[in-house]
């Protein structure tokens, strides 16, 4: 069974995430990263590999909010964002339903203005698009109905059974056990682009040195300047996006 992560695998919605934390923190609805200062966008997104949780992507741009004037060049080292995620009284779960209200009433304000903040990471889009009977599945921290309607505006047949979805708060572990369920026979091969999403997943379902999940690294994707080197650390291979086409006709039948 092959599965994809979504955000930083399959789409690229750096600029779509970074309007709707931006508008979840401060209340505001903007519409286009020219409403935000270059520096604060530039030092979020900077920094939005870390983020695991969406919930998480909040506290980041509190933080930004409060240092873009005087540290716009800053990347955090692993301990200090731990520390800034750390210090908050709201759950993630609160947090995660709140940036998926903000992004619905975003949605409802301009939709045409909420697509074009995305890109299909290409070829491999368009690849998936060509081959739309092979089985795979998306399990991704995003909300469902912001995936679907991504997947349906550039051409991609997802059915609703087939997203793996954060609504509600659910984990990628939780979701993935869910897989497991439908699908019996492993082994399950993964491509994220967060060696901290592959490093969990690996450590929920790889008990007793059994390779049940395949973690994947999708090098194109939100990556930070270390991952690679992690992922190597941990014997997880690194794509490319030819790398993934290849691995579809490898792993076809499969």
């Known amino acids: 069974m092959l599965i994809f992560d979504f955000d930083g695998v399959l789409i690229n919605s750096l600029d779509e995430v970074t ?39 909040i506290l980041l741009m509190d933080w930004c909010l409060n240092h873009y004037r005087r540290a716009s060049d800053t990347i955090l080292n692993l301990r200090e964002y731990e520390t800034i995620i750390s210090g908050s009284e709201e759950s993630t779960a609160e947090r995660t339903i709140r940036i998926y209200e903000t992004r619905k009433h975003f949605i409802e304000k301009d939709p045409e203005c909420w697509l074009a903040l995305h890109q299909p990471y290409q070829p491999l889009w368009n690849e998936l698009i060509r081959r739309q009977t092979y089985p795979f599945v998306i399990l991704t921290n995003k909300n469902r109905d912001a995936t679907l309607r991504l997947c349906r505006h550039f051409r991609l047949n997802m059915q609703t059974i087939d997203v793996y979805s954060g609504d509600k708060g659910v984990s990628k572990t ?19 682009d967060s060696v901290k999403n592959l490093q969990e997943l690996d450590a929920a379902l790889n008990r007793q040195k059994k390779k049940v999940l395949i973690p994947l690294l999708a090098s194109w994707g939100y990556t930070g300047p270390e991952d690679e080197k992690f992922a190597r650390k941990f014997g997880y291979a690194i794509l490319k996006q030819t790398d993934a086409i290849l691995f579809l006709d490898k792993k076809k039948g499969g």
């Not at 931006?22 to 030092?43: Q, R």
């Not at 869910?178 to 026979?185: K, L, S, V």
């Open 19 to 57: 309007l709707t934390v931006y508008n979840t923190a401060t209340g505001k609805l903007a519409t286009s990263l020219t409403d935000l200062p270059p520096a604060l966008a530039g030092l979020f997104q900077r920094n939005r590999y870390h983020v695991q949780p969406i919930g998480d992507c």
């Open 174 to 192: 939780e979701n993935m056990q869910q897989i497991q369920a439908r699908y019996e026979a492993g082994p399950y091969y993964f491509i994220d």
